[in-house]
């Protein structure tokens, strides 16, 4: 049991931590357009990125697919990107939400590159355990956790700065994706791989 609550630690860790970002900044590109009325449309988006994460941990871990490390590591800021230019398509083209299911399969795909670029490091964590399910289901339980409290914290952002501020819905999403995308470019830049 000690194990498995190592993992939740771990899969809370890897998505707060503040030096590698990249995981916050995906899921307040993707959190930005909702409002506290959606939340359960967000938890389910979280859920999908979850499952799609660990999916891809494991193909890794049980040695079913590998990856060029370079490439994903580059992926991952054009994938946070991607969702942030998304956000701001749909405002200058005032068009409303996609629909789960467009949202639901990008994220799903998102998830996949964001779990190859942690693989590396979960494999060398697991290298010594016989069993690998319960770390993964420990680990996916402490991401799960971990982005519906960064998912509650952008959307309580949201409602403070359009209730509580009086900031027009488009403006806020408009500004916050643009952000987004400008902090991500340093990223792009640095993972470039060519």
Known sequence: ???????????FE????????????????????????????????????????????????YDVLKVDVGLIEFLIPVTIAL???????????????TGIFFTGLATAFFGLIHGFGFSNYFNMLMAEEEHKLGPLLGFATGIEFSQVAIIMIVLLLTW???????????????????????????????TFPF
């Not at 939340?39 to 660990?54: D, N």
């Not at 230019?85 to 409303?96: A, D, H, I, M, P």
């Open 1 to 11: 049991m000690n194990d498995f609550w190592f993992y939740i630690e771990l899969g």
């Open 14 to 61: 890897h998505v707060l931590d503040l030096g590698a970002y990249d995981h916050i900044l995906f899921l307040a590109a993707l959190a930005v357009p909702y409002s506290f009325k959606q939340w359960k449309q967000v938890v389910i988006l979280a859920t999908i990125f979850t499952v799609a994460h660990c999916t891809s941990l494991a193909l890794s871990a």
């Open 83 to 97: 969702t942030a230019l998304f956000n701001v398509y749909r405002v200058l083209k005032n068009e409303g939400n």
């Open 160 to 190: 403070l700065f359009r209730d509580v501020l009086g900031l027009k819905k488009n403006y806020f999403v408009l500004g916050s994706s643009i952000l987004i995308v400008l902090i991500t470019i340093p990223m792009l830049m640095d």
